[in-house]
Nanobody, 124 residues
């Protein structure tokens, strides 16, 4: 049974930082493309960042480029999202997702497995 469990969310002031983690089990983590998505209040789920098997050629949404960094540790079956210079508009539930394929995708429909999400709230 595949499980993706996010952690590290919380309440932070604007300009602050958080590091999200996603612990994966039940799949060969190193063979999956991993992504972070988020869903803000009253908004649709949107792409944040994605990373291929070996951690090269990462992809980011324009709204987080230069502030967020996605990374992975295949030995620990863990995905990370370092979030710096947080803004109130970053407030959302953040989800990690796994995709078995050959290309990094921003379309949430191409991801098979999803975590339950972790809440990030940025106060102004």
């Amino acid at each position: 049974q595949v499980q993706l469990v996010e952690s590290g969310g919380g309440l932070v002031q604007a300009g602050g930082s958080l590091r999200l983690s996603c612990a994966a089990s039940g799949l060969t983590f190193s063979r999956y493309i991993m992504g972070w998505f988020r869903q803000g209040p009253g908004k649709e789920r949107e792409f944040v960042a994605a990373i291929p098997w070996r951690g090269s050629s990462t992809t980011y949404a324009d709204s987080v480029k230069g502030r967020f960094t996605i990374s992975r540790d295949n030995a620990k079956n863990t995905l990370y999202l370092q979030m710096n210079s947080l803004k109130p508009e970053d407030t959302a539930v953040y989800y990690c997702a796994a995709r078995f394929g050959f290309s990094v995708e921003a379309d949430s429909h191409s991801y098979t497995y999803w975590g339950q999400g972790t809440q990030v709230t940025v106060s102004s």
